[in-house]
């Protein structure tokens, strides 16, 4: 919840003017929120793959990949709740199911970019300390 406690703010601007047609102009302020979201999934995946590591789990592969891309759950529950609270004068069936087509490519996207980064932080994390072993 920590990566999306960091874009809150900033997902709900960008999903008004994505699907309420309000000008957005804040893109230096998306670069920071993305970069610090980045950072933020890293060192959370980093330090749950260490935690595992230590209870003597070593398949730590898919877990860390599942851990970055879980932001995309907290995501969908806002698109969900964003559906109902501001734009609940969509009208008809075919209106909403663009909006859930097109929301759920995002949070796939979404999904598989930051299981991504979780992953790839993980193994470098993995890769570092196991290299640093001392081999007799």
Known sequence: ILPFGTM????????TSL??????????FVF???????????EIS?????????????????????RGGS???YVTMYAVGFL???LHNLNGFLSVL?????MS??????????????????FIFVYKIFAAVKQD
């Open 46 to 66: 980093v330090l749950c793959t260490y935690v595992q590591l230590c209870a003597e789990d070593y398949l730590w592969w898919w877990q860390s990949f599942y």
């Open 32 to 42: 920071l929120i993305g970069l610090l979201t980045i950072i933020i999934n890293c």
């Open 105 to 122: 490519i995002m949070i796939l996207g979404l999904f598989t970019a930051m299981g991504t980064v979780g992953f790839v932080s993980s």
């Open 71 to 73: 932001v995309a759950f």
């Open 19 to 28: 699907w309420l047609g309000y000008f957005y102009y804040l893109f230096g």
């Open 84 to 86: 109902g609270s501001s």
């Open 8 to 15: 809150f703010i900033e997902l709900y601007f960008a999903m």
């Open 98 to 102: 663009t909006y859930l087509g097109y």
